[in-house]
């Protein structure tokens, strides 16, 4: 809310990419609308080929808010439905000073843009971000969104876990000033995965502050289904190693667990299987720390969700890890080939 009416608080341009998103796209939108920020706000839907009625729904959107003058839907064709390119054409069809990025599957607190166009100013940063909140909608999601926000899963990412408010690296989704992605171009339509942490990278070389704040916070639908969340945290992995191959020195110990954990795990079953039962203990060990961990972060949910947890953490790391040890070295080549140099703001 602006608390000095006198005050004019900047417009701002919502962008999303969405691809098969028919679950969710209507409440992230609404929430969207819902906002309590008094400036000027316009959405842009970016549109991937779905599979699903996620058009149908769109269109839906945009005709509901023809006449809302602060607050319309407005749609553009992603034809690669790659969430890169997605972002970029939204931002060029978007017009105003502050792009705010949300995921169809991400529903805004209340407050969010207000928050965090009061932070850009009072930190002078081109990018601020705060907690993805996971949160589910059946026990399998309840126990993904368990792992996802609990040390044991993510580590010590504070956009997962919380912490103070801070300098960072990147930050989820992003609520950014135009002129910083003008500046730097957009984002490197390469990067499938990890799109936000190179531009971020870029602002950051750019002498660019990019700012973390717990005050603001993103609800965030799980994947639905095991095989939905192999699959996303395999690109994850994946991408992370780009990342690392991309920026030396970018790489610590929290990304290096989950490869190291297969490894050894792997080692354990083969050793165990072939020498000596002592090597089970490796694998052994792995699913007791699990199963620990998992019971605070199962505080307060149903049975049948906190059973789960260990399930999800399993998936969850050894996806990851997989997906970082068969990174290809071709895919970073390529991806450092189209590497674009921080373009330093202009006196």
Not at 230 to 252: F, L
């Amino acid at each position: 809310m602006n608390a000095n009416p006198d005050v004019q608080l900047p417009a701002v341009s919502v962008i999303m990419p969405v691809l098969n998103e028919e679950r969710h796209l209507r409440g992230a939108v609404q929430a969207i609308l819902a906002q309590e920020y008094a400036g000027e706000m316009e959405v842009v839907i970016a549109l991937g080929p779905s599979t699903d009625r996620t058009d149908e729904i769109a269109a839906e959107l945009v005709r509901d808010t023809a006449s809302n003058q602060n607050g319309r839907v407005h749609t553009v064709p992603n034809p690669t439905g790659r969430t890169p390119a997605a972002l970029n054409a939204a931002i060029k069809a978007s017009r105003h000073p502050i792009v705010v990025r949300v995921d169809g599957h991400g529903m805004l607190s209340p407050n969010y843009i207000a928050t965090a166009v009061r932070l850009l100013q009072e930190t002078g940063a081109q990018n601020v971000g705060g907690i993805m909140h996971a949160e589910g909608e059946n026990d399998w999601e309840h126990a993904v969104a368990a792992a996802m926000t609990s040390k044991i899963g993510v580590g010590n990412a504070v956009f997962h876990t919380g912490g103070a408010a801070c300098q960072a690296e990147t930050v989820y989704l992003g609520v950014f000033r135009r002129e910083a992605l003008e500046q730097q171009g957009g984002y490197n339509e390469e990067f499938i995965r990890a799109q936000d942490w190179e531009l971020n990278f870029r602002i950051r070389e750019a002498g660019g502050l990019i700012w973390f704040s717990p005050e603001l916070k993103v609800s965030y639908r799980p994947r639905p289904s095991m095989k939905a969340l192999a699959k996303q945290y395999k690109d994850y992995g994946r991408w992370r190693h780009v990342v690392a191959r991309y920026h030396e020195g970018s790489i610590n110990l929290r990304y290096l667990a989950p490869p190291t954990a297969v490894c050894a795990i792997a080692a354990g079953l083969v050793v165990g299987a072939a020498l000596t039962p002592w090597g089970f203990v490796i694998p052994g060990g792995y699913l007791a720390a699990i199963v620990l961990g998992s019971l605070p972060a199962g505080k307060g949910l149903p049975l049948k969700a906190r059973l789960q947890i260990p399930v999800a953490l399993a998936t969850m790391h050894m996806s990851w890890g997989w997906g970082f040890l068969t990174s290809p070295r071709a895919l970073a080549k390529k991806v450092i080939a189209s590497r674009r140099p921080a373009v330093l703001a202009s006196n």
